[in-house]
């Protein structure tokens, strides 16, 4: 089973489960504050769940491309939407600053 590594935490998913919700199931803040509330819930159009991913995940498809190519996120950044995104290893994942996780700080 894949190791997720987040927020302090690790815990370890299904293969190809879905970051987002294996993420929240394990109590991690995965939106930065008012996005907490007003989100899309996973189906990929508010760009809120964007994270740093470092490990091996399903390749972006074509809403979340669709998404991440809208200001303030840019394709050239190294962000994924984690409702988007299933996990294929070990990964690590940062969350940074900023409504939608679009910040150079890092808030976990
Ligand atoms: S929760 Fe809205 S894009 Fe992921």
Redesign the pocket.
């Known amino acids: 089973m894949p190791r997720i590594t987040a927020a302090g935490k690790t815990f370890e998913c299904d293969q190809g489960a879905n970051l987002?919700q294996v993420l929240l199931k394990n109590g991690v803040a995965?939106?930065n504050g008012q996005s907490k509330i007003v989100?899309?819930?996973?189906?990929?159009?508010?760009?809120?769940?964007?994270v740093q991913i470092e490990g091996e995940v399903s390749e972006p498809q074509w809403r979340?491309n669709a998404?991440r190519s809208l200001p303030p996120h840019s394709l050239e950044k190294d962000r994924r939407?984690?409702?988007?995104t299933c996990v294929l290893a070990d990964v690590t994942i940062t969350k940074f600053d900023g409504f939608w996780g679009q910040g150079d700080r890092m808030v976990w």
């Open positions: 987002r995965l939106h989100n899309c819930k996973g189906i990929g159009t508010c760009g809120t769940c964007a979340e998404r939407l984690a409702c988007q």
